[in-house]
Nanobody
Framework: QLQLAESGGGLVQPGGSLRLSCAASGSALAYRAIGWFRQAPGKEREGVCSISNASITTQYADSVKGRFTISRDNAKNMVYLQMNNLKPEDTGIYYC?????????????????WGQGTQVTVSS
């Protein structure tokens, strides 16, 4: 059974950077598309970005384009989210998720496997 574990969250000032990691165990990620999602207090979980199984295709929410970069290392069973120029509205719990298909999507219902999340707080 595939298990995902996020790490790298924390408190950062506006304009700062964080790099989130998502480690997979129990099964290989190589054939699966991966998505990053976030949930702010009182709001629904929303898609942030996604990446195809072979890193050929990526998708980003308009709110993070040009600031966030998703990448993966299939040999290490890892996925990363580099977040630059962070804003207070980026605050939330960040989740990585994996789906059976290799095609990326930011529709959360398309993902079967989820991590527990890591908190990101952007505040001065």
């Amino acid at each position: 059974q595939l298990q995902l574990a996020e790490s790298g969250g924390g408190l950062v000032q506006p304009g700062g950077s964080l790099r989130l990691s998502c480690a997979a165990s129990g099964s290989a990620l190589a054939y699966r598309a991966i998505g990053w999602f976030r949930q702010a207090p009182g709001k629904e979980r929303e898609g942030v970005c996604s990446i195809s199984n072979a890193s050929i295709t990526t998708q980003y929410a308009d709110s993070v384009k040009g600031r966030f970069t998703i990448s993966r290392d299939n040999a290490k069973n890892m996925v990363y989210l580099q977040m630059n120029n962070l804003k207070p509205e980026d605050t939330g719990i960040y989740y990585c998720a994996a789906r059976t298909s290799g095609l990326p999507t930011m529709a959360k219902d398309a993902y079967s496997f989820w991590g527990q999340g890591t908190q990101v707080t952007v505040s001065s």
